[in-house]
């Protein structure tokens, strides 16, 4: 063990050769609500209206509703703060609204870096899917490339060469989705899930969905709709699927038994699928080790939106749960673990009246987290994220995991093992974005619990583990 003065000596040097460093404490953030702008980015609130940039969550794309029936994409800069849109197929080149700007645009995914947006655009004369590069002055149209019309595109990987996108054959425009595939943007070119082993007295699935891709673009799950019985009328019904790209698609299983419902979300290294399953009342489940064979995550209603990397600490998975008729954001840490409401555990980071109504993306290390947001006396819906902060066992904000931290804040918490409900009033600073902060720290921690470094609602010794890390390094790592 380090002596006191020995630390308190080095951090008193450090900090005469250092600058000041960001800060360390978690932070809600609403994006695009700030005291100024009238009026501000009120999100639609669909599916995917809200995703993070899953390796460092540097940025974070949201899709909002204006006047005249006009819905948008935007990007925010975590580093400069500033909120952009993702502007339209340049005029001329979209086949489907050649004469201006589409009326939609929707997001419908964000590369793991942020540097690439995809979704898809919808004109005068019908929809299709696009991808846009940051800091490009137009988004590229992949509507009609080999034969294949694009109706969405809904995934990319990291340096933007695969995407996830879900089609039709010759339909320009107006195609349907008879058809999932990946994009290979560099050849153009595109690989074509075979649904042969769908099909139902040779007639294909009606409708295959493309949800997600990995970070190496070789892995999508996605939803298909196959017919329960051939030859007695009966409709399709959805279920999950999985494809290694080169392979036969798998259906997701439980119990040996394919389950109704859609997988929405896979890990960057492709061994964890979430999703839902209809026919459980909504059920989250995942599959884990590559496999098909799913469990599910809780006994209580819910959708899983969205999925971490196998190997980030803690293994985050976040979603949606309906508790008393209200749907609220959710999380499920690590192995066998139980919801966890983040209303309740980010407490002290919102306003009072705020409720996180979904949480739908978490970056690969668990720092960052995103989703969708209301108050109470309003139906507008907004864009939210919470940062962790960059060095969350510095608990007194010195720049430094000494001592001081040890002994007066994690030591307490640690031989208490069991978290107090968090009790702080939060101040609320109006930037742009709102970002909101417990700032009484000495009284009131910034979670439901100091020392509660993994966030599993107690201070054990996986928390010390994580804590020893830090405390070696002495110095907190620039933001």
Sequence with gaps: ???????????????????????????????GKTAEESP??????????????????????????????????????????CIVSVPAIQAGEDVCSPDGRPEKIYFCGISSTGEYVVGYSVGEYGKGAFRWQWGATYAD???????????????????????????DLGLVCEPGFALAGRLNYLTPAYSIMDTTAWECNDVPPPGVLANAITAGGETLV?????????????????????????SSP?????????????????????????????????????AVGGSTNA????????????????????????????????????????EDADPVDLNARYACLKPENLRLTAATSVSDDGRYVAGRASYAAESTVWAWVVDHGSCPADFNED?????????????????????????ATCE??????????????????????????????????????????????????PD
């Design 141 to 167: 149209d992949l509507l009609q490339i080999d034969f294949v019309s694009a109706a969405r595109a809904s995934g990319v990987s990291t340096n933007g060469q695969y995407v996830a996108i879900s089609g």
């Design 222 to 246: 996605g939803e298909v709709a196959i017919y329960t019985r051939c030859g007695d009328g009966e409709g399709p019904e959805g279920y999950a699927w999985r494809w290694n790209v080169g």
């Design 428 to 477: 609320t600073n109006c930037a742009r974005p709102s970002v909101f902060d417990c700032t009484d720290f000495s009284d009131s921690p910034y979670n439901a619990c100091v020392g509660d470094l993994n966030w599993d609602g107690v201070v054990d010794d996986a928390d010390f583990a994580i804590f020893v890390v830090s405390y070696n390094l002495l110095e907190c790592p």
């Design 295 to 334: 469990e599910l995550l809780a006994d209580l209603p819910g959708s899983v939106l969205s999925s971490v990397a196998i190997d980030a600490s803690p293994n985050w998975i976040v979603g949606t749960t309906s508790i008393d008729g209200y749907p609220r954001a959710t999380a499920w840490l690590g």
């Design 40 to 81: 501000p980015y009120a999100l639609i609130d669909s599916l995917h209206s809200v995703a993070l940039a899953k390796g460092d969550g540097s940025r974070v794309a949201f899709g909002s509703y204006q006047a005249e029936n006009a819905w948008r994409t935007y990007v925010w800069n975590r580093s400069t703060g």
């Design 399 to 423: 720049g430094f995991v000494d001592d001081v931290d040890f002994v007066n804040y994690f030591t307490p918490a640690y031989t208490a093992l069991v978290c107090s409900p968090c009790d």
């Design 1 to 31: 063990m380090k002596l006191v003065f020995q630390v308190i000596l080095a951090a008193f040097l450090m900090s005469a050769l250092t600058p000041a460093i960001a800060s360390t404490r978690p932070k809600l953030i609403l994006l």
């Design 250 to 286: 798998s259906l997701i299983l439980l119990d040996s038994q394919p389950v109704t419902g859609a997988a929405f979300g896979v890990s960057n290294d492709a061994s964890t699928v979430v999703g839902f399953i209809y026919n459980f009342g909504y059920l989250a489940f995942r």
